[in-house]
């Protein structure tokens, strides 16, 4: 059974879920969706993750039968990811541009589908954080090690829709160029190993594969 404490949240009705797993993980050389760590696929820990956080998930794929018997049980919607027009890889923030239009909430948390160490306790203390924020701010983003905005692990308000739509229709495809023209809050973090993200065969090696929360 998951452990779902999106219900008891108070800022569960103003927040949603967009979890991206449309890579074609050429480095993993496998779906890495589908690598199993700890003994659950990567898309099911993460989606699980985000339930603790909001009981409206969303993940954004091109290929969703492949995900439908890993999903079935919980309360995710699929949304198919659809080509670019010259069907050339197009990137994850042409992923979450497409989900965004099926998010009525007002916040948005946005996740890659390769955290294996996400950490649930500190998803919550984030969503807290939300209310506080300015009103023009559009963002809500902790930083890598290496200072550069982690935008796959986040919040965004729905306001920013229509810079997206228009970045991206400019043939914008670099979430960090994007973000440098928007007001953009960062969120405290304090172990940045959360943001790992298991992309080859031996990133598996490293994982800890730290879970918190019950399944």
Not at 43 to 55: K, W
Not at 74 to 85: D, G, K, T
Not at 163 to 177: K, W
Request: with cysteine; glycine share 6%; proline share 8%.
């Amino acid at each position: 059974m998951v452990l779902n404490l999106a219900a008891a949240n108070p800022c569960n009705s103003v927040t949603s879920a967009i979890v991206l797993a449309g890579g074609m993980s050429s480095r993993m050389g496998q779906d890495k969706a589908l690598v199993v760590v700890g003994g659950k696929p990567l898309l099911l820990r993460v989606c699980q993750a985000a339930l603790c956080c909001t009981n409206q998930v969303y993940v954004v794929a091109p290929w969703v039968d492949r995900y439908h018997p890993l999903l079935d049980g919980l309360s995710v919607h699929l949304i198919q990811e659809q080509p670019s027009p010259n069907q050339l890889p197009h990137g994850p923030i042409v992923g979450f541009q497409q989900g965004l239009t099926q998010v009525q909430t007002e916040w948005v948390l946005l996740l890659a589908c390769d955290l294996p160490q996400l950490r649930v306790e500190v998803l919550q203390q984030w969503l807290k954080i939300l209310p506080q924020v300015s009103p023009e701010t559009i963002a809500c983003l902790p930083k890598n090690p290496q200072g550069w905005w982690e935008p796959l692990c986040g919040f965004y308000h729905r306001r920013c829709q229509s810079s997206l739509e228009t970045f991206v229709a400019e043939g914008g495809r670099s979430f960090q160029r994007w973000l440098a023209q928007q007001s953009v809050v960062e969120l405290p973090l304090e172990d940045p190993s959360m943001l790992f993200n298991c992309n080859r065969p031996s990133d598996l090696e490293k994982c800890t594969a730290a879970c918190t929360f019950d399944s």
